[in-house]
């Protein structure tokens, strides 16, 4: 069965630094991929997602992610944190021929000061 | 334009009632799920529609739980002798099949 494993459940880190959220998935076919982040009180709002095309992802608010088949690996990254971006981060995943999405537990990502 | 609305925000009840919550999804999408998240948990699926065929049940925890979808569009959620343990947010969204899904607020569900 897919699933989706993504390593912390919470993370921080200092407001300007490298933000690295990890994401590993199960499957023998490469799926489509996808991060979402949720906010406060609000429903989940995508970031990106991958669908084949370019390994390297971009999406908005700064962020993006590599596919790397090899580690079967979508990890999410933004250069350099900011307050705003201090909420839950899920990663998921679309196995090939299946119309569910397989999520991943959650990452809370806290910005210090 | 439009995106998915849940009603109601939030339902206070009291242990053995039972509640119903609605989902109005992106007109056109034919794809609608239902997730419950948990304090700390991450999205429990529920149940999925797809079109005219039949839903996908396999995530609902219980006989009590059910849920509709009336003409392939709004969708509801119904809970019966509703429990604590089935105070969490359910969240719905919408997708135009096997992509990107659109999330609504969700409906925060308290039972005392």
């Known amino acids: 069965a897919q699933s989706v494993t993504q390593l912390g459940s919470h993370v921080s880190v200092s407001e300007g630094a490298l933000v690295l959220l990890r994401c590993n998935y199960s499957?023998?076919?490469?799926?489509?991929l996808f991060w979402y982040v949720q906010y406060p009180n609000q429903g989940l709002q995508l970031l990106l997602k991958?669908?084949?095309?370019?390994?390297l992802v971009k999406g908005i608010n700064g962020f993006e992610a590599e596919f790397k088949k090899s580690e079967t690996s979508f990890h999410l990254t933004k250069p350099s944190a900011h307050m705003s971006d201090a909420a839950e981060y899920f990663c998921?995943?679309?196995?090939?021929?299946?119309?569910?999405?397989?999520f991943g537990k959650g990452t809370r990502l806290h910005i210090l000061p | 334009g439009a995106g998915v609305s849940q009603s109601p925000s939030n339902k206070v009840t009291e242990k053995g009632k039972d509640v119903e919550l609605r989902c109005d999804p992106i007109?056109?999408?034919?794809?609608l799920y239902w997730y419950r998240q948990s304090l700390g948990q991450g999205l429990e699926f529920l149940i999925y529609?797809?079109?005219?065929?039949?839903?996908?049940k396999s995530g609902l925890p219980s006989d009590r739980f059910s849920a509709e979808r009336t003409g392939g569009s709004v969708s509801t959620l119904t809970i019966q002798r509703t429990q604590q343990e089935d105070s969490a947010v359910y969240l719905c969204?919408?997708?135009?099949?096997?992509?990107?899904?659109?999330f609504g607020p969700g409906t925060r569900l308290t039972v005392l």
């Open positions: 969204a919408s997708s135009p099949r096997g992509d990107t899904q659109y």
């Open positions: 499957s023998s076919v490469p799926p489509y």
């Open positions: 991958y669908t084949s095309a370019a390994t």
């Open positions: 998921a995943v679309n196995p090939p021929g299946d119309d569910k999405i397989i």
């Open positions: 007109s056109g999408h034919t794809a």
């Open positions: 529609f797809q079109g005219n065929s039949a839903p996908d």
